[in-house]
Nanobody, 122 residues
Framework: QLQLVESGGGLVQPGGSLRLSCVDSGFTFDYYAIGWFRQAAGKEREGVLCISTSGGDFYYVDSVKGRFTISRDNAKSTVFLQMNSLKPEDTAVYYC???????????????WGQGTQVTVSS
């Protein structure tokens, strides 16, 4: 069973960068696609992007294309979300989650981390 833990969130000024990490303390990390979701205050959780077991990436929010990238290091059971050129509208709690296949729908994911807050403000 996966146990996902996110880290790397914080307060950053517009235009700044953050790198989020999602670490699995279980033993089957390699077999799962890992997605990043975000939930802003008062809004529904939305899929942002996902990385498959083979390293392919899938974007679900057009506004992050060209600014966010996803990568994984299976040896370290870690997935990274690099966020550049951050905007105030990126402010949200960011969650990583695991599923058999990449999807933009939260219900497709079986395991979730606790989330990490990202705040973009001057």
């Amino acid at each position: 069973q996966l146990q996902l833990v996110e880290s790397g969130g914080g307060l950053v000024q517009p235009g700044g960068s953050l790198r989020l990490s999602c670490v699995d303390s279980g033993f089957t990390f390699d077999y799962y696609a890992i997605g990043w979701f975000r939930q802003a205050a008062g809004k529904e959780r939305e899929g942002v992007l996902c990385i498959s077991t083979s390293g392919g990436d899938f974007y679900y929010v057009d506004s992050v294309k060209g600014r966010f990238t996803i990568s994984r290091d299976n040896a370290k059971s870690t997935v990274f979300l690099q966020m550049n050129s951050l905007k105030p509208e990126d402010t949200a709690v960011y969650y990583c989650a695991a599923a058999d296949y990449c999807s933009g729908y939260a219900y497709e994911y079986d395991y979730w981390g606790q989330g990490t807050q990202v705040t973009v403000s001057s």
